[in-house]
Structures are given as structure tokens and as C-alpha cells.
């Protein structure tokens, strides 16, 4: 089978057995809802696309907002070949052989659009692949991710597309989107007749975030769900109902099925991560495991879960026990190099030494105040004596004048002032007698009495001379 094949007719009949998001995936820009801000009228996307003017691109943006079939309806338009990869599936044999395939094509006069889906989840050796055939034209990749491009691509390759950022879609352009899959015959569910109310969709798109996706997803079982309630309940005359309603209930029963698979950005998912993370403040190991389980069961993302762990780390043990941040980075990385299942022990390890460990909200408060001074007060310039003195003019209008080298005064703390005049005398941490800031208080108070030494031997010295 050629790899350069047709795109398939997309305006024939719809395969009923496809899930419905993909049989109501737009043709057309016309069709397209949402990303305004790209391809609205006179957009530089659309601006582009309508001028055949496409280079290679980025589209960056949760799931369920239009990435791929924007892709797609971009082929369709340049008449370009479309060629589609899987970052999970494929691997470096793979991209050398359509690499060298639409070099061929190329000479040919056939120009080849090459998308890839999670392209973040390609290792560095795959993404550098591609480049010399984005160099030289032989394609043009246009990459899909969920996660933030200047961490996730090779900065040779990002710099050679254009990244376009794409926003959740709103709840009423989700309604809009559900609305058309009720009605439509050819591809949606318009041909069992179901009716639902405005508060219904709407229910749909507020619990879906923005993904289109999640949204179809929910309205295809709630559909399956109402037709089989209509033939289980005849009605008095004694045949199913004509009209059937998608009613609220329905809609409640289709998304508990679905909530442990899709519903990640709803109140639950705050509850059970809020559930979490005071269990582990208040030192509770076995309730921060069972709400670990509870949301790994249900299909939460780990590494979501792991960067709330490394937050509850600095927030609430900080310098209480500063190996609570490292075993808490090593867990993160535990999970991202072995995956799941296993990496859920490294999760609850980090939770449980948590729970056990002495706290602190001593640094959270410090850095906290930091804040409203910033925010509060004048941003005075840096203290002459404090700045660096490269050049002769420096030197000349005082930068560095008066500056005391630590090291070189006795127990290495000059009585110096490194504050702004008018936050002169501000403390801001104030550690705790729990576990390791029990022995930063006493440092910190061993600094302060030398340093009051060192102004005392500073101020008879200036006496005497």
C-alpha cells in the first residue's frame, strides 16, 4: 500500500460504527467552530491557508480543541498529501520511510503536509528526523501537542514552525457543536430524532471544559442511553415514543460513566487532589494513600499528580526536612520514566514520607510577605554598595563603593546592609522548631549576634582612628 494515497471522501455517507466525534470532525473552515483568533476573517492562519502560503506549525492546546482536524482541512485545501503519525506508535524506521517518500513526491510536483499527533512524546533523535526535510521543503510538519513547545520540541525544529496556541472552546460554541450532531442525518444522531433542552447541552459543555471531544463522547452514550429507555417504556398505546428526550437525568447517568475518563477538570477532580493535600498536612499517611488511589484509579494524569505533590513539598515541610523536595523530583521522574502502573508507588512513597514528615509553612509565609512588599511598597533602586562596577563610570558615580567581602571578615558576616532603605529592618522567615528549621533558627541567630559583633569591633575601630 503506497503511503500516498487520497484523502478519504469525506463527504460520503458516515460509518455508523465510527465514534460519533469522529464522524462530526468539520470538512471545511466554514464548518470549523472555534479559534477565531487563528481563523477568523483576515486571522494570519487563515490568512495563510488562503494564500497557500503554509510553512510548518505547531498547534498548541488542551485536548478536544480542533488540532488534527485543522490539520486535515488544511491538506484538503492546499491539496496537499496528508500524512498522519502517531508520536505513541511510530518510530525512527517509520519516519525515514515517508521522509524518503515525499522526497520522491516532491520531484513529482506533489507537496506533503506530515502531522503528528503528541508530537512532545517523540524523543529527541525522532524530532531531529524531520528537520532536514522541513530544511529543504520536502514537507511540511505540522505537529500537535498538549504540552508547552519551548520544553517539549528541539529548539532546532521549533524554530524552523510557527506556533499557534489554541484555546478551549466556549460552553456555547460546545452547545453549537452538539446541537449539529443531534440534527444531522448523514454523520450525526439526527436519525433517532432526539430532542434535548438548551439546560441539557449546556449541562454537557460546562462538565466537558472546553473538549469537544468529552462532549460528543457524553452525548453519544446519553443517546444510547435514551434509546434503550424508549424500548424498555412503550407508551400507553403501546409502542416506543416518537419524540425521545435526552432529559437531565440522563445526562447524569452518562456522565457518572464517564467521569473517571473524562471529567478531569471538574469539581470532583478538585475535591479528591483538595482531599489529598490537607490529608498530607495534617500527617495522615493512610488517608493520603487512599485519596492517591482514588484518583490514580480513576484515570488521573500522574504527573499532574506529581507536581501537586512537589508543591505540597515546599509548602508544607519546606526546610523542615529538605529531602521532602528531592524524594518528591525523584518520584515525578520515577513516574515519567517507568509509566503506570508502577509509578504509582513511587507516588505513594512520596506521599507517605510526606504525611510522616515534620511541617512548616515557614517558607510559604516568607515568600508570601515578599510579595505584598513587592507589591506594596516603592521599588527603590539596589544599594550602591551592592552592585557590580565594570567600568570606570561605574566606579566613578559609587556602584560598589563600601561593599564588604564576607569571606574576608571574621565568621564570614559583614554588617552590611543587602536591604532597600525602606525595607531596612523587615524579617520575612521566621523558621519553625520542627525538624532541620530547629537548627536553621539556631544559625540564623548565631548570624545575627556576629554580625552585631562585627558592627561593635567596626564602630571602636572608627573611634579610634
Given amino acids: 500500500m503506497s503511503l500516498f494515497q487520497p484523502l478519504p471522501n469525506t463527504g460520503s455517507a458516515a460509518d455508523a460504527t465510527r465514534p460519533l466525534a469522529d464522524r462530526m470532525r468539520p470538512r471545511t473552515l466554514e464548518e470549523y467552530v472555534g479559534q477565531e483568533h487563528l481563523i477568523g476573517p483576515g486571522k494570519p492562519l487563515r490568512a495563510q491557508i488562503e494564500r497557500d502560503d503554509m510553512g510548518s506549525l505547531i498547534f498548541w492546546g488542551p485536548p478536544g480543541t480542533g488540532k488534527t482536524t485543522l490539520a486535515k482541512i488544511i491538506a484538503a485545501m492546499t491539496k496537499a498529501e ?106 450525526g444522531l439526527g436519525a433517532l430524532e432526539l430532542k434535548a433542552s438548551a439546560e441539557v447541552l449546556k449541562k454537557i459543555a460546562s462538565y466537558t471544559s472546553g473538549d469537544a471531544r468529552s462532549a460528543y463522547n457524553v452525548l453519544e452514550v446519553a443517546a444510547g442511553l435514551t434509546k434503550s429507555s424508549s424500548r424498555a417504556e412503550p407508551t400507553r398505546s403501546g409502542t416506543p415514543e416518537d419524540g425521545r428526550e435526552i432529559t437531565d437525568e440522563i ?36 488517608a493520603a494513600l487512599y485519596w492517591l488511589g482514588r484518583m490514580l484509579e480513576a484515570g488521573e494524569d500522574p504527573l499532574y499528580i506529581a507536581r501537586r505533590v512537589v508543591r505540597m513539598a515546599v509548602e508544607d515541610i519546606g526546610l523542615a526536612d529538605p529531602n521532602a523536595l528531592s524524594l518528591c523530583m525523584a518520584a515525578r521522574d520515577a513516574v515519567d ?24 509553612n515557614a517558607l510559604y509565609t ?100
Avoid: W
Fill in 366 to 465: 516568607a515568600y508570601g510577605a515578599v510579595q505584598q512588599d513587592v507589591e506594596a511598597t516603592a521599588a527603590e533602586p539596589v544599594p550602591l554598595h551592592l552592585r557590580n562596577a565594570p567600568t570606570k563610570l561605574m566606579k566613578g558615580l559609587g556602584y560598589g563603593r563600601g561593599y564588604e567581602y564576607a569571606h574576608d571578615v571574621e565568621g564570614k558576616v559583614a554588617d552590611m546592609q543587602c536591604l532597600p532603605d525602606n525595607l531596612r529592618e523587615r524579617m520575612y522567615y521566621h523558621p519553625t522548631n520542627e525538624g532541620i528549621e530547629k537548627r536553621i533558627r539556631e544559625r540564623m541567630e548565631e548570624i545575627k549576634r556576629q554580625r552585631v559583633r562585627v558592627g561593635q569591633h567596626e564602630s571602636a575601630r572608627k573611634k579610634e582612628s
Fill in 251 to 286: 445526562i447524569h447517568d452518562a456522565l457518572q460513566r464517564r467521569v473517571l475518563l473524562y471529567d478531569k477538570t471538574g469539581e470532583e477532580h478538585y475535591n479528591l487532589i483538595s482531599a489529598l493535600h490537607k490529608s498530607v498536612r495534617n500527617s495522615d499517611p493512610d
Fill in 82 to 187: 496528508f500524512i498522519e503519525f502517531s508520536a505513541v506508535l511510530s518510530g525512527i524506521k517509520e519516519i525515514k520511510q515517508v521522509m524518503a517518500d515525499a522526497e520522491r513526491a516532491r520531484q513529482y510536483g506533489t507537496r506533503t503536509i506530515v502531522f503528528i499527533d503528541e508530537i512532545h512524546r517523540f524523543n529527541k533523535a525522532q524530532q531531529d528526523a524531520f528537520l532536514p526535510h522541513v530544511e529543504k521543503g520536502n514537507i511540511r510538519l505540522i505537529g500537535a501537542t498538549t504540552e508547552n513547545p519551548s520544553f517539549e520540541i528541539n529548539p532546532a525544529l521549533l524554530s524552523r514552525c510557527r506556533v499557534y496556541v489554541l484555546q478551549p472552546l466556549s460552553e456555547e460554541q460546545i452547545v453549537l457543536l452538539l446541537e449539529r450532531a443531534l440534527t444531522d442525518r448523514e454523520r
Fill in 337 to 360: 520514566f517507568i509509566g503506570m502502573p508502577e509509578g504509582n508507588l513511587a507516588l505513594a512513597q512520596a506521599v507517605v514520607y510526606l504525611s510522616l514528615a515534620p511541617k512548616s
